[in-house]
């Protein structure tokens, strides 16, 4: 009998043992989350949420058959494709598209000059030893002539970043930097520096650290850092392959501005010590490979500045010398990568300086450059033209291989399909890129945005009365 009490013991305590593992091994978490979003919508039928299937691709990990939901500006859920079409049969109101193409986060061009885009490409003919003597030659200055005569002629501090952020939105980038706080534009692509639509505090750039205006900013940006009024200082810095470009750094050391807040563009005279330095500090770098080859026949050595522990984002600098848009920069980037870095970098890294390293650097790693439940909805989905490696695909599509462009919730661009599943096409302007269909919504509402209600034909309009109709937009656009 005592035996058999026994016997019963045992088995209990391997049953409890067994149980408590396999309840342990089991997440229930996911299902918990499925259960609470159809729960939590079932009264309205999933009204008001936006569902997306596809291959989501993000920095840190891919799911090949993923699904989304956004809620307003959020995402809310991520998982697998199939649980999402459960979702959907219990949530009939739900908006869905289901497709089978790369679903990115929205890309982040974290250096530019927006402003300066619609000019063609600067061509010099010799290579430089430094940004001022590029900078001080007449043909340059006279290159720059037309900017400032449209300068003059009313609205055009509104329609270059317009334009500027038009060619963004062709081109998945979600989010920008360097438009002038005056003429930043608080709709359509985010702003980084002033319009964002996720944080008030600013960032500030400066063009030139030391020279002349900027010197005598000097006490004001400190004062702006030490009270957190200004929260990142973006400088072009060591631009340029001599000693002289180098030093730079350490007249910014001696003025106090070599801090935390600080980001530093270009980079390009920097070595190890400064990299060691930068590192030390946890100050970032942002790389634009094309511009520095065009200007200078050299690039800054950001194999040595990763060693050294530095975080490095990559952006176009404006497309006079540099690409014309983010993705266009990273192809270049993969391309320097091979001839002249051995490989450095993986394809991952290299996608990770448009989307995770920018949004950490500037600030934003809490809300955009990753497909995460708690981020905003920045997302943007393009055609498979290389199935095996979406890291590089979303640098060599065309344009019209973009099908569908998503900030902050909002569809903005895209096949005329895909758009109509998610949103209202009434609003949508009809044009084609490179031959494909697709529709357009840049119009802003005058009451939230009252600089930006131009549309696609009315912003074109004003560029052809101004005698910029042929090639603005650098890729052919019919509407
Ligand atoms: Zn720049």
């Known amino acids: ?46 009204e008001g949420l936006i569902a997306i299937t596809g291959f989501i691709c993000d920095y840190d990990e891919v799911l090949p058959n993923g699904g989304i939901i956004v809620r307003g500006s959020d995402i809310i859920w991520e998982g697998e494709g199939k649980d999402l079409l459960d979702i959907k049969d219990k949530l009939s109101s739900m908006k869905l598209l289901q497709t089978d193409d790369f679903i990115y986060p929205g890309l982040i061009d974290s250096h530019n000059h ?31 002539d037309p900017k400032r005569d449209l300068q003059k002629k009313r609205g055009f501090n509104v329609f270059f970043p317009k334009l500027a952020e038009v060619k963004d939105l062709l081109n998945g980038t979600t989010m920008t930097q360097g438009a002038r706080r005056l003429s930043a534009l608080s709709g359509l692509v985010r702003n980084c520096d002033s319009y964002n639509g996720v944080k008030d505090d600013f960032i500030s750039t400066s063009i030139k650290p030391l020279g002349g205006r900027e010197l005598k900013r000097v006490d004001e940006i400190i004062e702006n850092l030490d009270s957190g009024k200004v929260r990142k200082h973006i400088v072009h810095l060591a631009e340029g392959k001599d000693e002289e470009s180098r030093q730079e750094f350490y007249e910014m050391q001696k003025l106090g501005l070599i801090r935390k807040e600080l980001v530093i563009i270009h980079g390009t005279a920097l070595k190890d010590k400064e990299f060691k330095k930068m590192s030390e500090i946890k100050i970032p770098l942002i790389w634009s490979p094309r511009s520095n080859m065009v200007l200078y026949g ?50 991952i890294q290299l996608f990770g300086m448009i989307t995770k390293v920018p949004a950490d650097i500037l600030g934003f ?68 890129v490179e031959g494909q269909n697709k529709l357009i919504d840049i119009a802003e509402d005058e009451k939230i945005y009252p600089y930006a209600t131009q549309t696609f034909k009315q912003l074109m309009q004003e560029f052809k009365d101004a005698g910029y109709s042929k090639d603005i937009l650098r890729i052919k656009v019919e509407f």
């Not at 409890?16 to 159809?38: R, W």
């Not at 000019?119 to 290579?127: N, S, V």
């Not at 199935?387 to 344009?399: F, L, T």
């Open 298 to 347: 050299e690039t800054t050595r950001v194999d040595k500045a990763i060693n050294d522990g530095v975080k490095v984002a990559l952006a176009p600098d404006w497309s006079l010398t540099g690409s014309e848009n983010i993705r266009e920069e990273l192809d270049y980037a993969i391309k320097v990568n091979k001839e002249q870095l051995n490989s450095f970098f993986t394809d």
């Open 365 to 432: 790693g809490d809300y955009l450059g990753l497909i995460e439940p708690g981020m905003k909805a920045d997302i943007i989905i393009t055609d498979k033209k290389l199935p095996d490696n979406p890291y590089k695909n979303i640098g060599m599509i065309k344009e019209k291989e973009i099908n569908l462009v998503m900030i902050n919730g909002r569809v903005y661009y895209g096949e005329p399909d895909y758009v109509s599943s998610l949103a209202d096409p009434v609003k949508f302007e009809k044009i084609k």
């Open 114 to 144: 927006p402003d300066y885009n619609f000019l063609p490409k600067w061509k010099p003919q010799q290579l430089f030893n430094n940004r001022y003597e590029w900078a001080s030659k007449t043909s340059y200055k006279k290159f720059m």
């Open 1 to 46: 009998m005592k035996e058999k009490k026994l016997q019963i013991i045992v088995v209990a305590c391997f049953v409890l043992v067994i149980s408590g593992i396999v309840f342990l091994k089991t997440d229930f978490s996911n299902d918990e989350h499925y259960s609470d979003i159809i729960n939590d919508n079932l009264y309205n039928s999933g």
